[in-house]
């Protein structure tokens, strides 16, 4: 059945035609917050706005990076939380729950049943605990709503929450791997219904200090009993309780209520005071109107879920497409107002995690459908680098931490001043830039700039004395490639010349090792320039290995830059094509991971349109689904989503450029609004299951004999018109049609 969308003034409105008016719903509808939150995907599940520094929703026993599980009982309900993340948990601080009967302060989980989630509103019964619970939020204030049966009733609120504590070595450097610790917590009970405290904790996926979170917390009810527990859950006399040394502290509110008596909570947070946390929850919801508050909720998701509008495809297609652009609009966190590290009139945003994965699809998507969001990111980068000293490629908690591989703050500078992207102080970035490029972080390359980049500049790779050195080596140079792009845009003409030679230098690690029946592969070398012998082209692994989260094979076929410079090492176009068939076939080809997200798309350098075509409909159609374990892998803050997003209209961002790659679409019509009345849209002719092949192309109305097209080309709107067919044309097979790539210059 296709559904096509009916465009209101203000753009905001998804109608399906087939239906009547009373039945018509926004496009809130198509949003399953569930898929992905099982298989690994560890998205979020919860209410929340987009960007919200208030992500309200289940902790779980035994958590997941998210707090939610497919099964066991919950905990409670907690205020902070990451999506899609791997490595450590961060944050499920600030946990409310309740329950009814005697007051258990000891176990207060409970088993449920009837739990649903929309954009905006999370609803669950606790069985154990007899409540019915509905959550929803603003950016900084949680809205809880607590139905009990008539009796005794009573909320908790855990001041010392957090997922994923452990203590395995302790020390003043807490080298615990990437838990959490709790450093010390304080509720006080202001009256019967206002309670106030914080919570502190470091630690986490980042290895971060400390940070804190102050919260107020009011009810529309006044309690008749209050008190404390501490770390021991042992009930204690007076309002205030303040703990240190990793305990705990906790409050309970008892009330007697008749039956379906809803008792409200909200809960504003801040990273800045206790203060400030009551302000955000006085300013933001100023009334107990719990429907009002997720229908202005809703009306945010709606309204940017809307800046992408189709027409065909299956309501199963538009569930993952819409639930994917969601996806990518809960993180970044927008901390606008708090931050607690320094005054600045600049935005500032929190939870890049991690711009390594983000950089190659999600932020692509900002650019084109909320520019002023992603300028908004790129200031906060920049003035992060002002206050300190380098622009991260992950921030969690407020600190800066664990670079994967390359500068990618430099990816996402370029690729803003090549789109146009205005407001930015581009001086500045490209001042921080440059640093990535040319300054040690000496013991800090955890955490800051590129590690082994005086070995990189000096020798021409990173060498394996330094971790993940062929990983880091091959995206330094993707990174200075975008350096010498903007360079050359801002005739910097001496630095364009000196870092596009500079990314040449993955040639450098490009070894005539054998492995399947082909030669040539990215490998580990020592600084004396002999080669790792004992390297496994098929290893896999995290922070001690040569190559990050990704084999050989993986990297062999990560030189975005200069593809047609790839290929040619590889031995030509017919080499090149049976061993990326190679890789698919065999298995080796990752969906899961970053790495290999452009790799369906490199047959364009040669001329072979059509199985990218073929890859990345069996890709889309095998790897994802609208069910709880739909995401292959973990979300990583919505860049799996945006994967899927962008290859179902029809094209693919090579990031760091300002190229899109025209692949093969879902959707008959794609529509995507870029603000100030201007849209770009993908128009597909003939497409249908079997229809996957590009016959021909227009843009404009003008033929376009080109597989990629520049952002330039639709930034004051376009048209693309594909027409399909059911078999490969020679569309895209012209040697000028291919991408752009440095050998070619």
């Keep these: 059945m296709k559904i096509k969308t009916l465009i209101t003034g203000f753009g905001s409105l998804l109608i399906p035609l087939i239906v009547t008016a009373q039945e018509a719903q926004h496009y809130t509808q198509y949003v399953d917050p569930f898929i992905g939150s099982q298989g690994g995907g560890n998205v979020f599940v919860g209410a929340c706005q987009p960007f919200g520094m208030v992500k309200l929703g289940p902790d779980y026993e035994g958590h997941s990076n998210s707090g939610f599980r497919e099964e066991g009982r919950i905990e409670g309900f907690s205020h902070t939380h990451t999506s899609g993340t791997g490595g450590g948990a961060k944050y499920g601080n600030v946990l409310l729950t309740a329950q009814s009967g005697t007051l258990n302060v000891q176990d207060y989980a409970s088993s449920r049943e009837k739990e649903t989630c929309t954009a905006g509103h999370y609803s669950v019964y606790l069985k154990d605990a007899r409540v019915q619970v509905d959550l929803t939020s603003s950016r900084r204030t949680g809205f809880h709503k607590y139905t009990f049966p008539q009796g005794e ?3 908790l609120l855990d001041a010392g929450h957090l997922l994923y504590t452990g203590r395995e070595y302790g020390g003043d450097r807490y080298r615990f791997g990437e838990a959490q610790y709790l450093v010390g917590s304080e509720v006080h009970i202001l009256s019967s219904t206002e309670i106030a ?10 290895l971060g200090p ?3 979170v102050y919260f107020h917390t009011v009810f529309d009810t006044p309690a008749k009993q209050y008190g404390t527990w501490d770390d021991s859950r042992k009930i204690n006399d007076g309002n205030t309780l303040e703990m240190a040394g990793g305990k705990g ?3 309970w509110f008892s009330f007697n209520t ?8 909200k809960v504003g947070i801040s990273f800045i005071s206790i203060e400030k946390a009551k302000m955000n929850a006085t300013q933001e919801i100023p009334h107990w109107d719990f429907e009002k508050t997720i229908s202005d909720s809703r009306a945010m998701w709606n309204e940017l879920l809307g800046r992408v509008m189709v027409e065909g495809g299956t309501k199963t297609q538009q569930k993952i497409l819409y639930t994917g652009l969601y996806h990518t609009m809960l993180m970044p966190t927008d901390r606008n107002g708090e931050n607690p590290l320094w005054d600045s009139e600049e935005p500032y945003y929190d939870d890049f995690y991690a711009i390594w994965d983000t950089y190659r699809t999600t932020n692509p998507l900002f650019t084109l459908i909320m520019r002023d969001r992603q300028r908004d990111m790129i200031r906060s980068l920049v003035d992060i680098y002002r206050h300190e000293g380098y622009m991260p490629d992950a921030r969690s908690g407020n600190f800066t931490g664990r670079t994967q591989g390359g500068s990618n703050c430099d990816m996402l500078i370029t690729e803003a001043y090549l789109k146009g992207i205005e407001g930015i102080d581009y001086e500045l970035a490209y001042e921080a830039m440059i640093k990535n490029a040319e300054v040690d972080p000496g013991d800090d390359h955890e955490q800051k700039g590129r590690g082994g980049i005086d070995d990189y500049k000096n020798i021409g790779y990173v060498p394996c004395e330094h971790y993940r050195s062929a990983s880091r080596t091959v995206e330094y140079c993707a990174n200075d490639h975008a350096i010498a792009n903007l360079a050359k845009a801002m005739e910097k003409n001496e630095d364009y010349r000196k870092y596009l030679k500079r990314s040449e230098n993955w040639e450098n690690l490009w070894r005539p090792y054998e492995h399947d029946g082909f030669t040539g592969f990215i490998w580990p070398r020592f600084r004396d320039g002999k080669w790792k012998e004992d390297h496994d082209p098929m290893e896999w692994g995290y922070w001690d290995v040569q190559m990050y989260e990704g084999t050989a094979w993986d990297y062999s076929f990560y030189v975005p830059h200069d593809v047609r410079g790839l290929i040619r090492k590889c031995g030509g176009e017919d080499i090149f094509i049976r061993r990326l068939d190679h890789f698919f076939d065999k298995k080796y080809f990752n969906v899961t991971n970053e790495p290999d997200f452009l790799t ?4 364009l350098w040669a001329g072979r349109y059509d199985k990218t075509a073929e890859r990345i409909k069996v890709i889309s159609n095998e790897s994802w689904s609208d069910a709880p374990d739909g995401i292959p892998g973990n979300d990583d803050s919505g860049a799996m989503s945006a994967w899927w997003v962008f290859h179902a209209m029809g094209f693919f961002p090579l990031a760091g450029q300002d190229v899109y790659l025209i692949t093969t679409p879902v959707f008959e019509k794609s529509t995507l609004d870029m603000g100030d009345g201007k849209t770009f849209t993908i128009e597909c002719q003939g497409l249908s299951d079997k ?6 192309a227009r843009l404009n109305g003008q033929p376009l004999e080109r597989t990629w097209f520049r952002h330039r080309e639709i930034m004051e709107g376009a048209v693309l018109e594909l027409i399909m067919g059911p078999t490969p044309s020679d569309w895209g097979t012209d040697p000028k049609s291919f991408p752009p790539s440095v050998t070619d210059k």
């Excluded at 008749?258 to 409200?264: G, L």
């Design 258 to 265: 008749s039956k379906d008596q809803a008792i409200q909570a």
């Design 249 to 251: 502290a906790g409050a």
């Design 153 to 155: 009733a009573h909320i």
């Design 691 to 696: 229809n996957i092949y590009v016959q021909k």
């Design 600 to 603: 369906p798309c490199l047959y």
């Design 210 to 212: 400390a940070y804190t």
């Design 197 to 206: 405290g914080y919570t502190r904790v470091k630690g986490g996926w980042n």
